[in-house]
Every structure is written in C-alpha cells, then in structure tokens.
C-alpha cells in the first residue's frame, strides 16, 4: 500500500532555521580553547626529551628541561620553520635540529650560533603555552594566556587518593568532538553543563565481570546503580554509585581533545578512578577483568560516533532525528560555549579560535647570545 503525499510549501526564512541546520552548525563550532587542556601523558614526555602535541591543527612542542619542567612551544623554528620537537634539549633550553637556534621555555630565542657581529636580530621568537603538569597528564593553555592563571584545572579529589587506583586512557577517535559528549541520557541542564542520572540494570544472561567489578559488587553482582553523566563544559564526567551506597562505586573524567584543524579528529584522555574494596589486594587481581571491559566499551563507542562522523560528512549535515531533549540541551551547551572554526585555522590551527586576543599578546623577543 502505497501513499502520495503532496510537496511541502516553501519554507520561510524561520522556518528554515530547523534543529538540523542548527545541529550542522554545532559539527562545524571548535572548541573554546581558553580552557586547560591535557596534550599528553606525563609518561610520554621523559626526560630531555622532546615530544610533538596537536590542539585544533596547532603543532606544540612539548619538552622537559633538566630541571624536571615541561614547557611548550610552537612546533616551528623561527628561522626556517623546521619542527622543534625534532630538536634536542640542553638544560632547560631546545635547540632546533636544523641551523641550532636555541629557545627558553617562554619561546625566547636564547641563541643563534654563527651571527655574525652586528647582524640585525630577529625581534621574535616563537609562542609559548602556559603549561602545567596534574593527574599524570601535561595540560595546555591554547587561548588567551592572560587568563590562564584565573582558569582552574579540573578537580579531581579521587586521583592520587589511598582509599582509590586510577586507570588512565589516551586514544584517538576520528570524530568531532561534540559526537562524544552525546553518550548520555536524562537530565539537569545550566547554561556551562548538563547532568544526566539514570538506573543502570543487569537484566539477564551472564554479565561481564569487569562491568560487575566496577559496580563494587564483586564477581557476578545484580543490584542496580545509579549513573550520573556530567558535561560540564568542556569536560564531561561519570559516576556509578550502588544503590543505597553513598560513595561512587568508581568516578571518570573524560577531556576531547581537538586534534586537526577542522576538528573531525580528537584524543581522548580519561581517568577511570575506582574505590577500593575492602579486601586487600583484590583491585589488583580485579584490574585486568576492568581494563578488559572498559577497552570493550570503548571500541563499541568509537565503531558508533566514528560511523556518526562519516554519515556527517557524506551529508554534509545530521540527517537524523534527535527526540531526546537532554541531547538538544548538551548541544546547545556545546554550541554556546564553543568558537567559530574559521577559514583561517586550516593554516595556523588554534591561532584563528584565540581570535584577536592572541595578537593583543606582546611577541616573545630574541635575547642576548648566550652557552647553553
């Protein structure tokens, strides 16, 4: 049985503001990048070592002096644009692989080997990122750096703490960052976050271990727990707490990390914080049966938003239908706290978001020659 439906009159200019096009805009808003941002694992920045970093298309230039301290510089010498995390370091100084610049941690050119007396020195050097090390990650400041004192690293009480252990991820998903945010269901909403709090159920047949383990019921567990979701921009949260329990049975915090220009790529940086039971030694043994389960649900995770990405862009824009309001409202949260992705990121990546701010910032300037 078949049914002709007449063609739709012509949509008014309101009219044709539908949840659609404005959901396309949301896959084409970077992420604000006046906020703290983990680039890379303390681990993978060792000592006297150089490490490339990406945030929205800018190369970074990790590197930790002899001092012990992480710095972070644009990844391009400022003589002929070689990669400075192909250089070496020396004290607290990197010295380009190429013609030998040497660079402070604030970007300044420390040294220029072989210039002639009296060569005219050039009056910059390179842009240096606030930078700070927390949680075993190495965070980035990419926006304004004037207001990077007053913006706070996350809180996260539970890392380094007795009473819990800690599971760190760091992945990449070929995806736009806000496909990520949207594994959630409902809700509490404000204008920076929205809180999803549902009851999760085993409902049948032989339940993973791993997932019972991380509910605090030990091998084989049943009782419900109440999952509570958070985007609280830009970072997202989630906690599983046992019903009647009043501690989290186990708490993660997930930061999406734009990686190239047009921010259809992201690294994931988690910390899966899990309470200890009270046999000891048991979270030990527990480990292998919680990485193997939390690696499963991510796979499953990344097969979806990826699949999501690439419908996106064949179609040029989202094409389903969203029911849920939690999701509209995480969306417009996304959308309100995010920036333009401008033509001009393509070529100095994180540079275009910071806006005019960035310009306001006087340029790192050459100083005096000196060894080492």
Known sequence: MT??????????PEESE??????AELRRTGINPDFWYPVALSSSVRAKKTFPARFAGERIALYRGES?????????????????SMGVVEGDLLRCCYHAWAYRGNGRISQIPY???????????????????????????PGDPYK??????????????????????????????????????????????VSARYLFTHVGGKQDRGAGLLAGEGFGGSSPDVITITTGYPYQ???????????????????????????????????????????????????????????RVFAEDRMAVEAEQRAWDEQGEDWNNEVFPLILDL??????????????????????????????????????????
């Open 115 to 141: 210039l002639p007396k009296g060569t005219v020195r050039p009056p910059r050097g390179v842009r240096a990122y606030p930078v700070r090390e927390a949680y075993g990650l190495v965070f980035v400041f």
């Open 237 to 295: 949260t989630l906690q599983l707490v046992p019903e009647d329990a009043e501690l989290a049975a186990f708490s993660l915090w997930v930061a999406y990390v734009p990686e190239d220009a047009e921010q259809r790529t992201n690294h994931v940086y988690g910390l899966l914080m899990i309470k200890k039971p009270p046999v000891p030694g048991a979270l030990n043994l527990a480990w292998p049966f919680i990485r193997r389960f939390t690696e």
């Open 148 to 193: 990077a004192d007053a913006t706070p690293l996350p809180e996260l009480p539970e890392y380094g703490a007795a009473s819990h252990k800690t599971m760190t991820f760091s992945r990449t998903v070929n995806c736009h960052y806000s496909f990520m945010h949207e594994n959630l269901l409902g809700y509490e909403t404000s204008p920076q976050s």
């Open 18 to 23: 539908s949840p659609a096009a404005a959901v």
């Open 68 to 84: 012990g301290a992480v710095y972070a510089l644009e990844d391009r010498c400022a003589h002929r644009q070689v990669p400075l």
């Open 3 to 12: 049914e002709t439906l007449s063609a739709p009159d012509e949509a008014t």
């Open 331 to 372: 969306r417009e949260v996304l959308r309100s706290n995010g920036v333009p992705i401008r033509p001009e990121t393509a070529l100095c990546g994180a540079s275009a978001l910071c806006g005019a701010s960035r310009l306001a910032v006087a340029p790192p300037q050459a100083e005096p020659d000196q060894a080492g």
